[in-house]
């Protein structure tokens, strides 16, 4: 007994040691916080920005990390809830990290974004569209997609020059992103002439929209704006179709999920979305979209590569610079153009892209989707 | 008939089936309510389980190549009720029958307790994302003058209508003609002098909560399939609405449940009809507090007096 | 044993049937295909544990039982020092626990003092609510209405009018107050379950109302940007907005931003004792004897000629302000608010630290509130089980002790016999 004791506390020396080796290995390595919905019901766009982050991350690392560093990804979880990324923040802080990917939806951005300023902590969002965040002139703020604004606009002016609905409706599930872009196709299109029959928000999570459309059938609605996200516009969709009311719909990029297909079946067929340019489809980034695909990982998602182009960006920077002082970093950020895998990119000095990314598409029932000319 | 008639009308048909479902899922708080006086948070839960266990038993017969559309339904109907049931029969059992008795805050407690548990017990066992599946049942009939307004009734719609028709037929034939259900009235007007008189109340309590779960998995099987998409957070909405519904009917009283359900259905089509579509949830809230402020028995409630 | 093998073969049947299917088979959505899959072999592991447990527990049922009941109960009055001694250590003890909270945050790292902050806010919160549900016994579950006023308050006042913390914190208490007032008329006449119902509507309303009436709160987008308590006028940011000046510039010390993290704490905590000092003399008050009076039982209560009306809305009153000081600061110390921060479940975790905390007993909601909030960063590796333990130990507490962790022990005195 006493033999075993010995032996076995020699082994946990032994493990205790190694163990301590290691962390301290790891304490080298360069920690990029993930910061993203991983639970709750958009899970699914944090899993996007995380596979493109740690893509990236891995791929460098393969490659001899950065200035001789390792990366490390970290994820952390705010369930798209701006009360948890307010706590995120403060732990990525605590932590002592000062390089952030993220968040996610723009209502968890926003508070978020305010502690990274203050904090000194480089914060890059590859999904978060709203354009508050970068309107309050912070220097460490940066994202790599485009704005709500020009989505919008895009959608305006491809309804104005090629749709031309003599009744339009636009609707919206309240909630910050849905509503901002409907707002402002709706003022963009009552600027040009074309102004909205009915105007009205939805609530988020409600199954039943048949009342909604009694209404757009009654007011003769011959085109449909939705601001919002897939599982509200998934059902109207398909109640639309059981209730014989068959009209043209667009949405967001919000709405550019296979889980629309999902719930509304063929009605999906014909919808309008703006949406990131697939980067997927593009043949330079052929080889990662196969390493994606090798790993079970969907490159499809809108976030996926505007995730991998941010920690490019990021990379790019440490390794002109030589260091990785925020400040210093987000100089260069501005200063330089990149070439990443959302293609060549630079940034304003708000921090947003100088160039928009989104284009026009006609979603499918079977989930795929065709690029239509502007 | 003029644009606007059929228009209502069209909002009518609408409000009338959304209603029967919350008619359905209210008869189960009415229920609970009647005969231990406690408020059953977790009832909306037991609705999407419900729900949960149609799709799955839907989805698995489909992958285990059964062809038959009647027979994958009435399969799925039978499961739901099955589980639901069990569902019921187990948290009576083990959250409220040890706190009968006390004081009537802690049995609150547990059923809050109780609906969180249960949200999040679905939502790790089968993700917190929507599940959607295709159309069962599409299609229906439509008249009125197209250049006025077309109404269309669906068949999912009648479907609806129907069984949920002979679910409260068979309900209050049951409750009014068999003995257990003349115990159940017993119970409801005087729990202990029932007992006394020899019934087992607990069975008694226990098959209300049967019965109450089985009519929720049965509103669960039809919206399941009226609307094709589910998450674990359905449950909490429906179960608000369905309460609200049992309370303006008159909490206890099973007519009062089925009344409610249907008013409270038609007068959420009717608002979003006139107003914008995201003041319906107001309009529910705020008809709950109204009833409970002026008239707190309800439509068809009985006032209770409070012996000192 | 026979007897107990039908019950125990029935429970185990009822645990088969209620996990077999939904636990047992997972929907797997793939695209616009949605399948069925057998949960993999670990899950139907656990389900099998289950049900043989269950059968188990149940076919031993008698002689466990017994087990359980001689097993000593915990007295936790039983390890305290005898009462005298006890009335003269207090004050001492008091004091020193007191001090060590305002000490404390210099010497701990910046993310503990953060988390402490959250934890204050929530004990605050709690103390509030159990005014209403503690003391005067009457069900609120809309008590997150109140919170939300006090931090729209500061908020909407900050953004318009731009008054400073200090000066928004009073009007914030008061507006709750305001409101508590407002649903505690219509509720006079409720009893228990119907006055649940309707603060939960109320509650409800509120955050609806809140987020659609996007003119004035901003609806869903919220409020951002909302100023953060100052020092007398002294900023504790990297850089001071023109006319004031910053913290660290006036002592002449580098700029470091766990200052206003410790800040945040401080003004938190001495909120928390103001909370604590004026319940304290008010449970002690004939007002606090009524609230007390109210919750054993109503009808006596008017008999004796105390008059409900004004014990119910004075407890109302009272508990909502302090949501209001407590939104007030919630809303300072994120700097941005939303509806999404104001749901039933926070009203129901309040009321879950309330209860389990012992309903009427201060102690006690502290140290729930603390409980309540220091456990998940402990077991983040448990995060996504998070709300299902909340849910299982809410129900299993009410199971095992009703009256919370420390039941409330009304203040008295004992009279020294000769």
Redesign the interface.
Known sequence: MKQTFGSFGKTLLAAGSLLAAVSNVQAESLKIGIAGP????V??YGDMQKIGAMMAIRQINEAGGINGQTLEGIIY?DAC???QA??VA??I???DIRHVIGHLCS?ST??AS??YE??GVLMITAASTSP?ITE?GYELIFRTIGLDSLQGSLAAAHIRDHVKPERLAVIHD???YG??LATTVKDLLAADGIEAEMF????P????????I??L??NNIDFVYYGGYH?EL??IL?QSR???FDVPFMGPEGVVN??L???A?EAMEGVLATAPKSFDQNPENSALTEAFKARNEDPSGPFVFPAYAAIQVMTDAIKATGETDPYALAEYLRANRFDTTIGEIGFDARGDLTESTFMVYRLH???SKTALSE | MSETALYVLQQLINGLTIGSTYALIAIGYTMVYGIIGMINFAHGEVYMIGTYTAFITIIGLVTMGVGSLPIILLLALITAVIISSTYGYAIERVAYRPLRGGPRLIPLITAIGMSIFLQNYIRLAQGSRDLAMPSLISGGISFGDPALFEVSISWMQMIIWSVTLVSMTALALFISRSRLGRACRACAQDLKMTNLLGIDTNRIIALTFVIGAALAAVAGVLLGLYYGTINPYIGFMAGLKAFTAAVLGGIGSIPGAMLGGLILGVTEALTAAFFPSEYKDVVAFSLLVLILLFRPTGLLGKPEVEKV | MQRALFPALFSALVTFLLTCLVIGVKLEQDGPELTVVNADAATWGWIAFAVVAVFLVQLFHQPLSALKQRLPTPHISALLPREQLRSRLTPWLIALVVLGLFIWPFMVSRGSVDLATLALIYVMLGLGLNIVVGFAGLLDLGYVAFYAVGAYTYALLSEYYGLSFWACLPIAGLMAATFGCILGFPVLRLRGDYLAIVTLGFGEIIRILLNNWTDVTGGPNGISGIEKPTLFGLEFSRRAAEGSQTFHEFFGIDYDSSHRVVFLYLVALLLVLFTIYVINRVQRMPIGRAWEALREDEIACRSLGLNPTVIKLSAFTMGASFAGFAGCFFAARQGFISPESFTFIESAIILAIVVLGGMGSQLGVILAAIAMTILPELAREFQEYRMLMFGGVMVLMMLWRPQGLLPMKRPQLELKTS
């Open positions: 991983v639970t709750g019901p899970a699914q979880d809830d701006p009360k307010v706590a403060n732990r802080v605590n932590d209502s926003e508070p305010d502690i203050e904090e508050t309050k309240k909630q910050q509503e901002g009205e928000g939805v609530t999570g409600d199954k039943d929209f048949s009342a909604l009694a209404k059938k009654r599982p998934g059902l398909r059981e209730k014989g296979s889980d297909a999902a719930i079946g029932a079977d989930g």
